[in-house]
């Protein structure tokens, strides 16, 4: 039994990685227009930093949600509403962009004449045809994914199969509503790096991801249930355990997507805090919590941060 619990551990830990990805990096293509006003948590993945000239609001979103998370929190909501600036991590309308999707999927593909199948090992062919098949799908569709494009891309599908959509995802709401409401709308990040943070992974980290994606999406709903959970609860100790134990195994990946961001991002955030009205951040949630999140930096510059 208790090799038993320690190989789930192990497989919810490096699934997990999988899944920070998605839920932290993933920007989608559809707007949720849905109008929310309640909630029962008495904290939220929400946090006020206050200045001499305004305040600032940090929301933590996850981009792929179920419908029941809505209606979100009148907390949220208000912070939204009080804020005529909204900023996100990169330009989520210029990702709708057709020749930005295909981009991004240029990036995730191999050139002609190269596929998926040559670049595996026999093992992981084998393991890949027999998910496929229970899957449904058609290998040959996929034959020139890159290894982090198909993991993404079978990840993503079997949340959306079990009622998880990017339509739902938080900052898609808010980039809807803010268009609608025409709010000043703002981006940390260009939509060429952001694609580049995917589409420039090691390729031996990406068979490595692949070959664990393969063995553990049948516990991805389990984890995408408990990431949901803790968020929708405003617990961000038990949501960072769940996010960042997965990145130990990955130091390098864990600087470049997300410490390094964190720490370009403060400087920006800083300068916000000097403009005359309120503003709304919607970045990933896994941006804010732990440590070396966003939150705790600017607590070590001396700013008095309250979560809400």
């Known amino acids: 039994m208790a090799i038993h619990l320690y190989a789930k551990r192990k497989r919810l830990k490096t699934a997990g990685f999988i899944l920070s990805l998605i839920f932290m990096l993933l920007v989608s293509a559809g707007v949720n227009a849905q109008q929310n006003q309640t909630a029962a948590a008495s904290q939220h993945c929400l946090w006020e930093v206050a200045s ?26 208000t912070a939204y509403s009080l804020s005529p600036k909204v900023v996100f991590e990169t330009d989520i309308g210029g990702m709708m962009d057709p020749s930005v999707q295909a981009k991004m999927l240029s990036m995730g593909l191999y050139p002609e004449g ?26 040959e569709q996929f034959a020139r994914f890159k290894p982090w494009m198909l993991a993404v891309t079978l990840t993503t599908l079997e949340l959306q199969r079990l009622g998880f959509s990017p339509a739902y995802g938080i900052d898609v709401h808010y ?37 664990q994606t393969l063995k553990d999406l049948e516990i991805a709903g389990e984890m995408a249930d408990d990431m949901m959970a803790y968020w929708q609860k405003g ?20 600087d470049r997507l997300l410490l390094q961001r964190n720490k370009d991002w403060l400087d920006k955030i800083e300068t916000m805090l000097e403009e005359p009205e309120n503003v709304f951040i919607v970045v990933g949630a896994g941006h804010l919590v732990g440590p070396e999140g966003v939150v705790a930096l600017l607590k070590q510059k001396g700013y008095k941060v309250k979560q809400r």
């Open 235 to 254: 617990q961000a100790d038990r949501l960072y355990a769940l996010l960042f134990k997965s990145f130990e195994e990955y130091p390098e990946i864990k």
């Open 52 to 77: 001499s000239s305004n305040k600032v609001f940090l929301l933590g979103s996850l981009h792929l949600l179920k419908s029941d998370a809505y209606p979100l929190a009148k907390e949220i909501n």
């Open 175 to 211: 980039y809807g509503r803010a268009r609608s409401d025409k709010k000043t709308m703002d981006y940390f990040e260009s939509i060429d790096y952001q694609l580049d943070l995917l589409g420039n992974m090691d390729p031996d980290d990406q068979t490595a991801f692949l070959g």
């Open 114 to 139: 190269e596929s998926l199948l040559q670049n595996i090992s026999a093992d992981m062919r084998r393991d890949l045809q027999k998910r496929m098949a229970e899957l449904g799908l058609p290998l």
